[in-house]
């Protein structure tokens, strides 16, 4: 029975330290086809050397490495995307792993309804370095899911936009990208990730997603995702590069009809230019 090609896309800048192991676990993957596109932004360290020591190997999963100019992480994520020759696009990120079910468990759910456009899973989180200095960040974000009120294996997008939590902790109630499979349709529909983003890049573009298609859900941890102190948001944080506060201006602009009709009013009142009269006129009263 023929099966649709799945391309891994790995983007990589520097990530000598770890690379080995994602690429690894990319390979382990029960499901076939696959392949795997790497799209480098001209990593200074041993990157690229590892990369090609791996495609000496045998496998039978072609490892294809691309060398994209630096534009920001967005970009590099999109020409990941647009190198692939698959109909369903696997992120996998340079720190972080697959488990070896990951991508067989994501197709059999999406292929049980082709109105699906993503599939996303639990992750497991591990840790590098000084556990203390990620206690406050695992209390916040170690269970993304649970910020939904309620969420089922398979529903449309809209319902999950609809949910008054959905301006609530955390804005990303999906996951980072390694925990998402998608349709590359998709992108011809909604259009590729925001590279004017840095840090709300992936949930903005899973909420558009949202919008336009079913999305499918697995309660197990079929990645797992590497906590350290040199990842992009680590380093993104601090220095003060963050976009958090665009966020909702983006909600307001993209998905506004489609949100909670306290969520409406919430953000009507902040960046519609009535609302915001009506706003202050209520203040002064």
Known sequence: MHKPLVSICIPTYNGETF????IESALSQTYRPLEIIVSDDASTDNTLAIITGLLAEKTDIPITVFHHTPCGIGANWNYSIAQANGEFIKFLFQDDLLKPECIKSMMDLL????EIGMVFC?????IEGDH????DWLAQYKDLQSGWTTIAPIQHGKALLKDIKFLSHPNNKVGEPTVVLLRKSVFDKIGYFNTDLK??????????????????????????????????TAKNNKTAISDYQDYPKLVYKHLFWCLHRSLKKELFLEYNFLGRFLKKLTHQG
Do not use: C, M, P, S
């Not at 690379?19 to 994602?22: E, G, P, V």
């Open 132 to 135: 203390g200095n990620h206690k």
């Open 19 to 22: 690379i080995r192991q994602a």
């Open 122 to 126: 639990k992750r497991e989180i591990l």
């Open 111 to 114: 292929e049980t309804d082709q």
């Open 199 to 232: 840090q709300a890049l992936d949930y903005e573009f899973w909420y558009r997603v949202f919008k336009h298609f079913k999305v499918g859900y697995l309660n197990a941890e079929l990645a797992a995702f590497r906590l350290h102190e040199h990842q992009a």
